[in-house]
């Protein structure tokens, strides 16, 4: 991995020099657009819409268009003026339970590395937090953004994961949570019993990207010079159900034999031979 950024966590007067890198990745199969008839890349121009010319990088600026069509053009001055911090730290702003903080607010994740002399004020801190049950609530500056964000323990690494502001969180305004919907105890009960038929301990190792593996059989098909064949249709999707409680009751069925099909089957026990009894004469 390549680092992306330089700074230092800041901890009351203790400075923790890291590295920053991203924690994921997209497995997403990367396309070109090209010419259907030979296969060239297309490319596009830069082109200004007023005079039809094409503009360099160097020419071109920020623009924020205003209701109205107008558009306010700003220059790097007027960014350079802005109070965004370019000290590269991240700065711990307070500690908090990790379950008060709703995972709706996490943006994205990168790990942190430390410098060679910030080893063990990173290893300190670490095992700190990791024994408080806490995360650190923090603030740091990317990609010309200011963020909130956490720092928490995940394989003896730390995890900075950036968060966004409380007024980008949207609110769910939906006609149905104004409704008075009666659900019935014997369905709410049959499906807290379709949620336990199906309990299991999370292994993310257990799926996958069906389409992404499919789309890259296709990929080597044409490479190979391969006849592409279709995959197999799966079960058309049911509609809604109609009878709610016939279609739970049928689901924890389903779940249950679905569960025991997963299940090594038992040997079952043989029964005794029964003793054979002499005649008397």
């Known amino acids: 991995m390549r680092s992306i950024w330089k700074g230092a966590i800041s901890f009351g007067l203790v400075t923790i020099p890291v590295k920053l890198y991203s924690a994921t990745e997209q497995k997403d199969v990367a396309f070109h657009q090209v ?10 121009r830069r ?38 911090s370019t000290s590269r730290r991240i700065d711990v702003l307070q ?19 430390p410098d060679a002399q910030g080893a063990k004020p990173y290893v300190l801190l670490r095992n700190a937090l990791e024994s408080s049950g806490q995360v650190a609530v923090v603030k740091v500056a990317l990609r010309q953004r200011e963020s909130l964000a956490t720092l928490r323990v995940r394989d003896g690494i730390f995890v900075l994961e950036t968060m966004l502001w409380p007024d980008e969180i949207r609110t769910p305004e939906f006609a149905f949570l104004e409704e008075d919907i009666e659900v019935r105890a014997q369905e709410l009960q ?24 499919a789309l890259q059989q296709v990929i080597e098909a044409k490479i190979a010079g391969k006849e592409v064949v279709a995959a197999p249709e799966g079960a058309e999707e049911a509609g809604p159900a109609v009878d709610l409680m ?13 569960r025991e099909g997963a299940k090594p089957a ?13 005649k008397s004469a």
Request: hydrophobic share 35%; aromatic share 10%; glycine share 6%.
């Open 35 to 44: 010419h259907r008839e030979d296969g060239g890349r297309i490319r596009y």
């Open 47 to 84: 082109v200004c819409t007023i005079d039809g010319e094409e503009v360099s990088y160097a020419d071109i600026a920020k623009g924020y268009e205003l209701a109205t069509g107008e558009m306010v053009v700003l220059t790097d001055e007027d960014f350079a003026d802005l109070p965004l």
């Open 95 to 113: 500690f908090a339970p990790a379950e008060q903080i709703d995972p709706i607010y996490f943006a994205k994740s990168y790990f942190l590395e």
């Open 190 to 213: 049959m499906a807290e019993s379709l949620i336990s038929t199906m309990e299991g301990d999370f292994d993310p190792t257990e799926y996958h990207d069906s389409y992404r593996e």
């Open 246 to 258: 016939a279609a739970l009751r049928a689901s924890v069925e389903a779940a249950k034999k679905e």
């Open 266 to 278: 038992k040997t079952p026990a043989k029964a005794p031979a029964k003793k054979k009894t002499r």
